[in-house]
Protein backbone atom coordinates (compact mmCIF):
# COMPACT_ATOMS: atom_id res chain seq x y z
CA UNK A 1 0.00 0.00 0.00
CA UNK A 2 1.15 3.52 -0.74
CA UNK A 3 -0.34 6.73 0.27
CA UNK A 4 0.32 9.80 -1.17
CA UNK A 5 -0.22 13.81 -0.43
CA UNK A 6 -0.33 16.47 -2.88
CA UNK A 7 0.43 19.76 -1.52
CA UNK A 8 1.41 23.52 -3.43
CA UNK A 9 -1.52 24.40 -4.92
CA UNK A 10 -3.17 27.80 -4.64
CA UNK A 11 -4.42 30.70 -6.95
CA UNK A 12 -2.54 32.42 -9.21
CA UNK A 13 -2.87 34.43 -11.94
CA UNK A 14 -1.72 33.92 -15.71
CA UNK A 15 2.14 33.98 -16.54
CA UNK A 16 2.85 32.79 -12.45
CA UNK A 17 4.66 29.82 -11.32
CA UNK A 18 3.63 27.32 -8.98
CA UNK A 19 5.29 23.65 -7.54
CA UNK A 20 3.27 21.16 -6.38
CA UNK A 21 4.82 18.26 -4.23
CA UNK A 22 3.70 14.76 -3.54
CA UNK A 23 4.82 12.53 -0.43
CA UNK A 24 4.78 9.03 -0.36
CA UNK A 25 4.31 6.71 2.60
CA UNK A 26 4.63 3.43 2.39
CA UNK A 27 6.38 1.10 0.38
CA UNK A 28 9.55 1.92 -1.74
CA UNK A 29 8.99 4.79 -3.35
CA UNK A 30 11.93 3.82 -5.66
CA UNK A 31 9.13 0.70 -6.90
CA UNK A 32 7.26 2.93 -8.60
CA UNK A 33 6.95 5.55 -11.67
CA UNK A 34 5.21 8.45 -11.16
CA UNK A 35 2.41 9.76 -12.72
CA UNK A 36 0.57 13.75 -12.36
CA UNK A 37 -3.02 13.98 -14.00
CA UNK A 38 -5.25 16.76 -13.58
CA UNK A 39 -9.57 16.86 -13.63
CA UNK A 40 -11.54 20.29 -14.41
CA UNK A 41 -15.12 20.12 -13.76
CA UNK A 42 -17.22 18.23 -16.22
CA UNK A 43 -13.19 16.92 -18.43
CA UNK A 44 -12.38 13.26 -18.03
CA UNK A 45 -8.37 13.21 -16.34
CA UNK A 46 -5.99 14.43 -17.86
CA UNK A 47 -2.61 12.90 -18.48
CA UNK A 48 0.00 15.76 -17.66
CA UNK A 49 3.51 14.04 -16.75
CA UNK A 50 5.01 11.10 -15.22
CA UNK A 51 8.47 9.88 -14.42
CA UNK A 52 10.49 6.49 -14.24
CA UNK A 53 11.77 4.91 -11.35
CA UNK A 54 14.78 6.59 -11.01
CA UNK A 55 14.16 9.55 -12.71
CA UNK A 56 16.11 9.16 -15.71
CA UNK A 57 12.96 9.42 -18.17
CA UNK A 58 10.36 11.91 -18.19
CA UNK A 59 7.35 12.49 -20.52
CA UNK A 60 4.68 15.35 -20.43
CA UNK A 61 1.65 16.23 -22.17
CA UNK A 62 1.19 17.89 -25.07
CA UNK A 63 -0.39 20.78 -23.21
CA UNK A 64 2.07 21.18 -20.64
CA UNK A 65 4.97 20.68 -22.72
CA UNK A 66 8.00 23.29 -22.63
CA UNK A 67 6.28 24.99 -19.22
CA UNK A 68 5.41 21.74 -16.54
CA UNK A 69 9.00 19.80 -14.98
CA UNK A 70 8.67 16.53 -13.35
CA UNK A 71 11.00 15.63 -11.11
CA UNK A 72 11.60 13.39 -7.80
CA UNK A 73 14.00 12.69 -5.13
CA UNK A 74 13.63 9.34 -3.97
CA UNK A 75 15.44 10.34 -0.65
CA UNK A 76 12.62 12.47 0.71
CA UNK A 77 10.11 10.16 -1.31
CA UNK A 78 8.64 13.30 -2.67
CA UNK A 79 7.37 13.95 -6.67
CA UNK A 80 7.53 17.53 -7.90
CA UNK A 81 5.63 19.29 -10.54
CA UNK A 82 7.42 22.31 -11.25
CA UNK A 83 4.70 24.61 -13.34
CA UNK A 84 5.76 27.73 -15.42
CA UNK A 85 3.95 30.58 -17.47
CA UNK A 86 0.39 28.69 -16.01
CA UNK A 87 -2.49 29.55 -18.31
CA UNK A 88 -6.12 29.56 -17.09
CA UNK A 89 -6.75 26.57 -19.21
CA UNK A 90 -4.84 24.96 -16.39
CA UNK A 91 -7.01 25.45 -13.70
CA UNK A 92 -7.84 21.95 -12.64
CA UNK A 93 -7.36 19.88 -9.26
CA UNK A 94 -3.99 17.87 -9.95
CA UNK A 95 -3.64 13.99 -9.08
CA UNK A 96 -0.29 12.24 -8.26
CA UNK A 97 -0.06 8.70 -8.81
CA UNK A 98 2.09 5.95 -8.94
CA UNK A 99 2.29 2.61 -10.66
CA UNK A 100 4.42 -0.42 -10.49
CA UNK A 101 5.02 -0.67 -13.88
CA UNK A 102 8.22 -1.07 -15.23
CA UNK A 103 7.24 1.21 -17.90
CA UNK A 104 6.47 4.68 -17.61
CA UNK A 105 2.44 5.40 -18.66
CA UNK A 106 -0.01 7.95 -19.70
CA UNK A 107 -2.93 6.30 -19.01
CA UNK A 108 -4.77 6.60 -15.73
CA UNK A 109 -6.14 2.82 -15.19
CA UNK A 110 -2.32 2.24 -14.85
CA UNK A 111 -1.82 3.22 -11.87
CA UNK A 112 -2.58 1.92 -8.86
CA UNK A 113 -2.55 4.70 -6.24
CA UNK A 114 -4.03 8.29 -6.49
CA UNK A 115 -3.49 11.44 -3.53
CA UNK A 116 -6.44 12.93 -3.05
CA UNK A 117 -5.72 16.11 -5.65
CA UNK A 118 -4.54 19.91 -5.02
CA UNK A 119 -6.27 22.56 -6.49
CA UNK A 120 -4.45 24.97 -9.33
CA UNK A 121 -6.69 28.21 -10.15
CA UNK A 122 -5.08 30.60 -12.85
CA UNK A 123 -6.54 33.53 -13.27
CA UNK A 124 -7.06 35.91 -16.47
Known amino acids: QVQLVESGGGLVQAGDSLRLSCVAS????????MGWFRQAPGNEREYVAS????????YYGDSVKGRFTISRDNAKNTVYLQMNALKPEDTAVYYC?????????????????WGQGTQVTVSS
Open 26 to 33: GRTFSMYA
Open 51 to 58: ISRLGVST
Open 97 to 113: AATPRAAVTTTPKEYTY
